[in-house]
Nanobody, 120 residues
């Protein structure tokens, strides 16, 4: 069973920076894409950034130029560096990882989420 564990959330002032980390472990198959979603209070979960293996990073328009996603393939980790944070970035941030079996079955795995609160 794949485990996805986030860390690094917390409280930060507007304009500040914060980094989130996530580790995926236990997969029998290669982890293809890792990324981040977030769920602001009272809103639906939304995509933040993702980085497929061997591909380019993709960001939501709302975070372009402020957030940077990176992966350490050897360690099975993904990091989200967030800067110039705004109050609207306040959300629970979820890490995900997906795998593809030899038969072509894609499976998504999610972390439990970490709270990021930006105070204005």
């Amino acid at each position: 069973q794949v485990q996805v564990v986030e860390s690094g959330g917390g409280l930060v002032q507007a304009g500040g920076s914060l980094s989130l980390s996530c580790a995926a472990s236990g997969s029998r198959f290669v982890v293809h894409t890792m990324g981040w979603f977030r769920q602001p209070p009272g809103k639906e979960r939304e995509r933040v950034a993702q980085l497929p293996r061997g591909g380019s990073a993709d960001y939501a328009d709302s975070v372009k130029g402020r957030f940077t996603i990176s992966r350490d393939y050897a360690k099975g980790t993904v990091e989200l560096q967030m800067s110039s944070l705004k109050s609207e970035d306040t959300a629970v941030y979820y890490c995900y990882a997906n795998t593809r079996s030899p038969a072509g079955l894609w499976t998504d795995y999610w972390g439990q989420g970490t709270q990021v609160t930006v105070s204005s």
